[in-house]
């Protein structure tokens, strides 16, 4: 009798274990603005942003802009997002304005200081110079 039951506890846990992968694999990836790495592309381009408009010695890497958008996209998708996840992600207002916040945040910490022009051409300066994820993004005339 014993080894009945070793062998039903044997096949119960196994059923048990395909289920809590089965569901795993079904419930997809996390809500978006909870990825890491999604999160941090969009704010480095919402900080990019920022800084350009601010400084008028600093200007997008168009190229670079887009294929990291590019990229990012083929990232969430690779992640189990789909592109129209990503891209209603990319236009739902109370994120755009989480992650701006967050950009601003970002900012103000590396000394970027509201109405003080230069303070945001150092800040995008040293993004530059140190190869910041905003620093890739930009270009600068000095």
Known sequence: MRFGL???LWAA?????????AAAVLAGPVPMSQNAHINAELRA??????LRNTCPTLSAR?????????????YAEAQGYTGADYDA????????????????AYLAAAGAKPDDVE???????DEIAKNTPV???????R
Do not use: H, I
């Open 13 to 21: 846990s196994s059923v048990l274990l395909g289920v809590t992968l």
């Open 89 to 104: 992600f990319r236009n739902d207002p109370v994120q755009k304005m989480r992650l701006k916040d967050e950009a601003a």
């Open 135 to 141: 620093g890739q993004l930009l270009r600068s005339s």
């Open 62 to 74: 168009m190229l670079v802009v887009v294929g990291r958008l590019w990229d990012l996209k083929a």
């Open 6 to 8: 070793d062998k039903f």
């Open 45 to 50: 381009g919402f900080a990019g942003d920022v």
């Open 119 to 125: 303070s945001y051409c150092a800040v995008g300066e």
